[in-house]
């Protein structure tokens, strides 16, 4: 049973370019969220995906995008880089949006290197 | 708004030592807590959860019960193994309304344990 992945594990890009990161839920899991962790802080909430559509959003500027596809794979696009978007970006996935609190499993991340 | 608040790290034990790593939170509603642990250059892993007051999460002999007088999930073991090291999150969701599905988390707390 597969878990969450996530590509790529690293990636460099430089000031100003635009960078997709992609995510696969585990199996049977339909929801979809996006985190960010900076170096020695916890993970923020970025957006969350359900049915395709931006159900919630945390605290980030319009130059973090989403998407999520038919078949709950979902992206996270960032525009017009900065050096403060190196981070970790965890994707973490989950079931439905009852009003049970499912736990949400975590991918490894993609390690991302504003230069 | 929601916060949660993990006591200043790191820790540093010997093995078979008894470890407690405190945390806080504030919450709008009525939150579900979790623990998470994150081992070097991997993703996060549920370690255990709460869903209700004076519930008692337990995995891997790690135990934190619900305290909602003290608004409290403090973290503990009984004896560490040097297999423990690794950086402990304390996070909230609030079942239901705008907030649910969202994780929000402590700063972490980075356990090291020596044989």
């Known amino acids: 049973d597969a878990g969450v992945t996530q590509s790529p594990t690293h990636l460099i890009k430089t000031r100003g370019q635009q960078v997709t990161l992609r995510c696969s839920p585990k199996s049977g899991h339909d929801t979809v969220s996006w985190y960010q962790q900076a170096l020695g802080q916890g993970p923020q909430f970025i957006f969350q995906y359900y049915e395709e559509e931006e159900r919630q959003r945390g605290n980030f500027p319009d130059r973090f995008s989403g998407h999520q596809f038919p078949n709950y794979s979902s992206e996270l696009n960032v525009n017009a880089l900065l050096l403060g978007d190196s981070a970790l970006y965890l994707c973490a996935s989950s079931l439905g949006v009852g009003l049970e609190n499912q736990p949400q499993h975590f991918g490894d991340g993609t390690r991302l290197s504003i230069l | 708004g929601n916060s949660v608040t993990q006591m200043e790290g790191p820790v540093t034990l010997s093995e078979e030592a008894f470890l407690t790593i405190n945390c806080t939170y504030t919450a709008t509603g009525y939150p579900s807590l979790f623990w998470y642990v994150q081992y070097p250059g991997e993703g996060l892993q549920l370690l255990l959860k709460?869903?209700?007051?004076?519930d008692k999460g337990s995995n891997k002999g790690f135990e934190a019960t619900y305290r909602k007088e003290t608004t409290s999930f403090h973290l503990e073991k009984g004896s560490v193994q040097v297999s423990d090291s690794a950086v402990y999150f304390c996070a909230l969701s609030i079942a239901g309304g705008t907030s649910y599905g969202k994780l929000t988390f402590g700063q972490g707390t980075i356990l090291t344990v020596h044989p």
């Open positions: 709460a869903t209700k007051a004076d």
